[in-house]
């Protein structure tokens, strides 16, 4: 073996012991992958954002602010035009802890619906959208206080990327997302397989042991629907058999609220719905 095939071999070794990154050509190749459709993926999350708040945001709105990866470029925008002077008097209602903590660090005015019940937009992503602007949202385990600060608002617009577009619910996501009180979540799964069928999961944490704990001291169940009747089903009345179930506090189910969607790809295009 050549001295230099050695040394390449021998630096690839280090590097695969020091940062866990394999070096073979095939694995590298399929990384080198994954790492570009993750960045075209976030490209895309970036141009809704910052297209749906400049037309939607002005000085002086009170702002309701979502959750999760897409909102982050929100609050990115919102942070270049404060500081740049060219958006001011605003004031932001968080809908998670998270968000709160962005919005601290952006620098940017933080309230809640104590001092600001009413708010002039509430921008928020979205897990699914179909044709008809329903959305389930609460992937990320905020869904009550979402639903909380979109009510709120005069104005809801819904910021993803094209994945998340689709015909009919549950085309491409498979559940909807419950919070439910602690002390109710077992009969609560038991009481929606029997009267909905499907199957419903609690939620778990993944870095610690036992089920996730919201913002507001409750559980979160995935409810997996029965996918048998996806293009006839009839979301209004499954979310009011889901309310009326004692210890589900609010669904991940966002029906006829969204003004307008902004799907965009990682390409710059933006599509405005409706």
Same mark, same amino acid.
């Given at each position: 073996m050549s001295s230099t095939r050695a040394a390449f071999l021998c630096a690839s $070794?280090?590097?695969s012991a020091?940062?866990?990154?394999?070096?073979?050509?095939r694995r590298l190749a399929i990384s080198i992958r994954k790492m570009s459709a993750l960045s075209e993926i976030?490209?895309?999350? $970036?141009h809704a954002a910052f297209q749906c708040a400049s037309g939607n945001v002005a000085s002086g709105a009170r702002i309701g602010v979502g959750s999760g990866s897409t909102v982050k470029y929100f609050v990115q925008y919102l942070k270049e035009k404060f500081h740049?002077?060219?958006?001011t008097d605003i004031v932001c209602v968080p809908t998670s802890f998270q968000t709160r903590r962005w919005l601290i660090d952006a620098g940017l005015p933080v309230s809640d619906l104590e001092q600001t019940p009413s708010l002039s937009v509430c921008i928020d992503g979205a897990d699914e959208v179909d044709a008809k602007l329903n959305c389930i949202k609460g992937g990320g385990g905020c869904l009550l206080q979402e639903k909380v600060v979109q009510t709120c608002a005069e104005k809801f617009f819904v910021i993803a990327d094209n994945s998340k577009q689709s015909t009919v619910l549950g085309e491409k996501y498979k559940n909807v997302p419950l919070e439910v009180s602690q002390f109710a979540y077992a009969p609560v799964m038991k009481w929606i397989e029997q009267k909905l069928g499907g199957k419903c999961h609690l939620r778990n944490a993944v870095k610690k042991c036992g089920p996730i704990v919201t913002d507001n001291g409750n559980y979160i169940v995935d409810w997996e629907f029965p996918k048998?009747?996806?293009?006839?089903?009839?979301?209004?009345?499954?979310?009011?058999?889901?309310l009326r179930i004692p210890g589900v506090l609010e669904t991940g189910l966002f029906l006829g609220v969204a003004?307008?969607?902004?799907?965009?790809?990682a390409e710059g295009s933006v599509t405005v719905i409706p």
């Open positions: $070794r280090l590097l020091a940062d866990g990154f394999d070096c073979r050509p976030e490209r895309a999350k $970036r740049e002077k060219t958006l048998s009747d996806d293009q006839n089903r009839d979301w209004n009345a499954v979310n009011d058999t889901l003004q307008k969607v902004y799907f965009a790809t």
